[in-house]
Every structure is written in structure tokens, then in C-alpha cells.
């Protein structure tokens, strides 16, 4: 880590605030010159209204020209110079502003890429460098800086407003003290919980995002799409409403503002009048106060913009004081892990029965003019049927389990559950009929719970136990700090292969669809693990309840009632595994092959 960004992650503190003006400290200099440089600015705009409404009232009365050359030659000066001086701000205070935001950047980047526990979500992050560090320059520039030359351009106007007449000076005093205080107040009061609400949900939409994409072929398996897409639209909904609501509460607060600008003008134009002020200086007093309070009411706009910042900030903050961050970070990921993957929803579901399955002559060509992945292919999987599928890689064996849980149509063909073609039957039901593991399984940014959850909503403890015991996980679970809760990382990062394989086949047989499709159950495992894990999850899986096992493992089908051999999507032999075993062919060749080489394996790691 550089010394800057070690600087900058050991700072903690209660406040976000406070972290980035500490953050800011060795760009003090220039801050506090853009602030002054700011209230300069604003004060040359009121000094040339006033001093344009002077001219404009004495030269009515046609005074010698000569007692009207200074105050020409200062509007002029402060025409020029408030342009000159605006600049000039801007330059410093951006100047300030990103070599500021450059340190937290990197600080952010550097807590992201080194701590411990459980990194953020991808999408949440990149919400995180993008806008939260924005935040960080907008409370310097759209806050701090422009609430500061406010608040001293205020003073300066009422001092010299009193010069003229004091009562008339306390009526603007009390104008500003609106404007500058009780409306900002009010404006936070008003849009702070929505406001707060906003950022954490940006984060979360970000965060459905990265899952529904490259979760979606998982939430399908699952028959969860429509309820993690409802889930988002939600948020999305809640989003939108929440700006409605800040963007009207806007508009409202910027009429009151408004309002007291008149209001305060016509107050000091009376309280002046009242004290006898001469009118060319009372006119100057009213055009004055109407800039004063425009200016003021920038507090307004600065306390709005805090409101909208804070949770940004407070992320920043958190994720840079580093300890804190980590426990805040596990706090929040597990809340978020509450709801499941992309809001996977509560609740039982029933069972179904078990279909009886028939693949009728099934020809699967991806692209016209390709060979065929499955070429003809004929299975029949009555209820309580275990079949396996074994062959060489691109055989066609996952464009098998594709057709049977209808992410891939039959070119010619059919494949049908109890009679009835499988894209007859509505998508939310068939994943209750037909799944499991399938290539790829995807393992979400949740605890262990709730990726299993996934599968079966609702599940008690008892059956994620038999599940993930038979998928030889349970050890594990148990071994962990968190247990169920544990947080497995953006696509299981934090997982071994071979554990996040567990998961997915837990997750499958929690699911207990009624024709169980495991895809490489055992992909990852070495062989004893393998043999192990095969065997539990077969005999986890009830009786009646069939088994489409696709596998380029040939150890323990022993106990199928039928191994199908693919090669180039077609059936090259079928039988048991001791018939094909004593044949002639590649099942015999691979058996052989496969033995020799675990044979190997287990005498050099024994
Ligand atoms: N989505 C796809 N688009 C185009 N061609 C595909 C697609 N999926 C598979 N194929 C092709 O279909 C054939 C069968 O692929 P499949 O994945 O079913 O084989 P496999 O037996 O499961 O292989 P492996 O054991 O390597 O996973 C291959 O030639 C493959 O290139």
C-alpha cells in the first residue's frame, strides 16, 4: 500500500464528514483561497447590483456627470472582476477537489483490492468508485466551499446594510438567518430518509444486475428468474418513486425560497422607509437584500446536496477506515444475504411427482449446416430410473441435459414428461420436474443458506443438513466460524473449486426436482472424494425419484440401471456397467484407462 493510501486508511472517526476534511487537510491552503476566492465572487455580483441600482436611481435625477464616473467605473470593475473571480475559484477549488479525490481513489482501490473477509460485490463496488467517491467532491465543492462564501458574503451584507440603517440591516439579518438556517434545516429534515434510502438501493440494483446476468441460467434451473426479476423491478420502482419524491420536495423548497427573498425585501424596503433612509438608498437596500438572499439560499442547494451525499459518504468513509469497514462490510453483505440471492423469496414448495421421461428420436443442430450435437437420440427414464450418460468431451452430453430442462428445443423430435412436450409445460413449473446441477452452476455473493435456499425455499435446517452431507459439505459448514451463515464470496471466490462444486450439488439435491439432471456432479473432486460424493448423493436421492447422471467418470455406476455411451451425438453402446465393462468399445477402453490412472493417483498420494 503507498503511503498515501496508508494515510488515508487509517483514519477512522464517527463522522464521514470529518474523515474527508481530515482527508482534505493538506489541501487546506487551497480550499480555504477557493473559499475566499467564492465569496468574492459572490460579493462583487451583490456589490454590482447594488452599486448598478445606485447609478440607475441617481442619473434619473440628472445629476453632473462627474458624480456618476466612479460608480460607472465600478460597475465595470465588478462586471469584469466577478467573471475574473469566478474563474479563478473554480480553478482553485478543483485544483483542491481532485488532488483530493485522486488520494481517495486510490485509497478505495487499495481497501478494495488487499482486505480480507468479504470483498464487495462487483457491481456494488464499481457503484462505490464511481459515485460514492464522487460524493467526496461534491461536499467540498458543491457544499463546503459554496456554504462558506454564503454564510460570509451574509454577514458582510448585513454589516454594511446596518452602515446605512440598523433597523433595516436586523429585517435582512432576519431574512438570511430563513433562508441561510431554518430552510436548509427544513430541506434536510424533509429529504433525508429518502435521500438515504437512494444510495444503498443504487448499490442494490447494481448488485441485481451482475446476479440476474450471470446467474441466469441458475435462477431458470431454479424457476427463481421471475421472482428475482420481480424483485428488481421493485427496487427499480422504489428508486423511482424515492426521486419523484426528492425532486418535488425540491421544487418546493426552491418556491419558499423565493418567497422569502421577496418577502425580506419588502421587510427592510418598509423598516428603511420607516427610518426615514433616502430613497436612491432604499432602493439600493432592496435590490442588496434580493442578492443577499439568492446567495444565501445556496445554503439550500448545499444542504440538499449533503442530504443526497451522505450515504455515499459514509461508505467511503467506512471502507477506508479499515477495520471498521470490514465489520461494517460483513454487516451489510449479511443483511443483504437475508433476502437470498437477488431476493430469493420465503416459502415452502411442494414436491411434485416424479414424470416419466421419453427422448423420441431428439436431433439438436445449434447452427444450420453444423454436425448434430444429439443426433436421434431415444432414452426412456420411467420414475425411480438411474441413467447415466458418459462419452467423450463434445459428445453431446450437456446438450442432453439442455433439451430435458428445456434450455435448448429438439431440432427434430421430442422430448416429453408423462406424455406432454417439456416446452408444453409452463416454465415456473418445469424446474420442479426436471433439474439439478447443470454445467457451470452458478454460486452466488450470499451465506451458504441462502445459495442452497435457492433451490427449495423455505427448507428447514434438517433438510439443508441431509443435502449438504450428501454432497459432502456439511464437515465444512460446520467447520466455519459463521456455519450456515457463512459468506461464500462473489461467485463463491472465496470457496475451493471443489467446495463450490459441493454447494451446487447440495443446492441440487435440496432442490429434489422429481428427475434429478446432475451435470458433472463431481467435477473438482479427486477420486476418493469423487467415489464418495457419487455414491452419497445416490443414495440421498429417494427411490422413486429418477436420475439423469451425466458423467466422463466411470467409477461407481456399477448400481445404474442403464449407462448410455454418446459419441458425436449418437449412441455408440448402452447397457449396465458390468455388461459394457466385459464389451469391446470405448466404455471398456475408458474403464481401463480411467483405473490405470487413479490406480496411479492413489499409490503416489497414499
Ligand atoms: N451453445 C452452443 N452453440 C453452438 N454449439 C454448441 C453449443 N453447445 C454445445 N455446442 C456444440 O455441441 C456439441 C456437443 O456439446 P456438449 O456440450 O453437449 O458436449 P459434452 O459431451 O457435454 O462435452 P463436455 O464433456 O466437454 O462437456 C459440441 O460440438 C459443441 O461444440
Redesign the pocket.
Known amino acids: 500500500m503507498s503511503e498515501r493510501s496508508e494515510r488515508i486508511a487509517g483514519i477512522g472517526g464517527p463522522l464521514p464528514e470529518l474523515v474527508v476534511l481530515r482527508l482534505a487537510r493538506p489541501y487546506l491552503k487551497r480550499l480555504v483561497g477557493a473559499g475566499l476566492l467564492a465569496a468574492a465572487t459572490e460579493f462583487a455580483g451583490l456589490a454590482l447590483m447594488a452599486t448598478a441600482i445606485w447609478l440607475l436611481m441617481t442619473a434619473a435625477g440628472q445629476p453632473p456627470l462627474d458624480r456618476l464616473t466612479v460608480a460607472i467605473v465600478a460597475v465595470r470593475a465588478l462586471a469584469v472582476s466577478r467573471g475574473v473571480l469566478r474563474y479563478t475559484e473554480r480553478l482553485a477549488g478543483h485544483d483542491a477537489v481532485l488532488r483530493l479525490v485522486t488520494d481517495v481513489r486510490a485509497g478505495v482501490f487499495d481497501t478494495l483490492a488487499t482486505r480480507r473477509g468479504n470483498p464487495p460485490r462487483s457491481g456494488d463496488a464499481l457503484s462505490r468508485l464511481v459515485s460514492d467517491v464522487e460524493a467526496v467532491q461534491d461536499l467540498l465543492l458543491r457544499v463546503v466551499v459554496p456554504a462558506a462564501a454564503a454564510g460570509l458574503v451574509s454577514v458582510l451584507a448585513v454589516g454594511l446594510a446596518a452602515l446605512v440603517s440598523p433597523p433595516a440591516a436586523l429585517a435582512l439579518a432576519a431574512g438570511l438567518l430563513v433562508a441561510a438556517v431554518a430552510l436548509p434545516v427544513l430541506a434536510t429534515a424533509l429529504t433525508r430518509r429518502a435521500a438515504a434510502e437512494v444510495a444503498p438501493l443504487r448499490g442494490a440494483l447494481a448488485t441485481d444486475a451482475v446476479d440476474l446476468t450471470h446467474g441466469a441460467a441458475d435462477l431458470a434451473a431454479f424457476g427463481a428468474t421471475s421472482d428475482a426479476l420481480a424483485t428488481a423491478g421493485r427496487r427499480a420502482r422504489r428508486l423511482a418513486r424515492l426521486e419523484r419524491r426528492l425532486a418535488a420536495l425540491g421544487f418546493a423548497v426552491d418556491a419558499a425560497g423565493v418567497l422569502v427573498a421577496g418577502l425580506t425585501a419588502g421587510a427592510v424596503v418598509y423598516v428603511a422607509l420607516g427610518a426615514g433612509v433616502d430613497e436612491v438608498l432604499v432602493g439600493v437596500l432592496a435590490v442588496g437584500t434580493l442578492a443577499a438572499v439568492e446567495i444565501a439560499l445556496a445554503l439550500v442547494g448545499a444542504a440538499r446536496q449533503w442530504t443526497g451525499l451522505r450515504a455515499g459518504l459514509a461508505r467511503v468513509a467506512h471502507l477506508l477506515a479499515a477495520d471498521d469497514a470490514g465489520r461494517a462490510e460483513t454487516a451489510e453483505t449479511a443483511e443483504t444475504a437475508e433476502t437470498g440471492p437477488s431476493g430469493t423469496p420465503a416459502g415452502g414448495r411442494s414436491f411434485e411427482p416424479t414424470p416419466s421421461v421419453r427422448f423420441d428420436r431428439v436431433t ?1 443442430r ?2 444450420n449446416g ?2 448434430a ?2 443426433d436421434g437420440f431415444d432414452l426412456e427414464l420411467p420414475p425411480g430410473r438411474r441413467v447415466a ?1 458418459v ?12 433439451v430435458l430442462t428445456g434450455a ?1 428445443s429438439p431440432t427434430a423430435g421430442r422430448v416429453t414428461l408423462d406424455g406432454r412436450d417439456v416446452a408444453a409445460h409452463p416454465s415456473q413449473e418445469l424446474p420442479r420436474l426436471v433439474g439439478g446441477l447443470l ?1 457451470e452452476a452458478y454460486v452466488f455473493h450470499a451465506t451458504v443458506r441462502d445459495n442452497m435456499l435457492l433451490g427449495r425455499p423455505g427448507a428447514d435446517e434438517d433438510a439443508l443438513l441431509t443435502a449438504a452431507t450428501a454432497a459432502g459439505l456439511s464437515d465444512w459448514v460446520r467447520a466455519q466460524p459463521d456455519g450456515w451463515d457463512t459468506v461464500v464470496g462473489e461467485e463463491g471466490g472465496q470457496l475451493s473449486g471443489g467446495q463450490r462444486q459441493r454447494l451446487a450439488l447440495a443446492r441440487a439435491l435440496l432442490a429434489a426436482p422429481g428427475v434429478l439432471v446432475l ?2 456432479p463431481t467435477e473438482g473432486l479427486d477420486p476418493v472424494a469423487a467415489d464418495r460424493v457419487l455414491a452419497s448423493t445416490l443414495a440421498a436421492t429417494p427411490a422413486g425419484r429418477s436420475v439423469l447422471l ?1 458423467t ?1 467418470r466411470l467409477s461407481g455406476l456399477a448400481e445404474l440401471d442403464e449407462i448410455v455411451v ?1 459419441d ?2 449418437r449412441v455408440v453402446q448402452r447397457g449396465r456397467h458390468a455388461a459394457l465393462v466385459a464389451t469391446p468399445g470405448w466404455y471398456r477402453d475408458q474403464w481401463v484407462l480411467q483405473q490405470a490412472a487413479e490406480h496411479g493417483y492413489l499409490a503416489l498420494s497414499g
Open positions: 439438436v445449434y447452427r453444423a454436425p450435437a444429439l450418460v462419452g467423450p468431451s463434445g459428445a453431446g452430453k450437456s446438450t442432453l441435459a439442455a435448448v454445467a451435470d458433472e451425466i466422463h454418446l458425436a451425438g
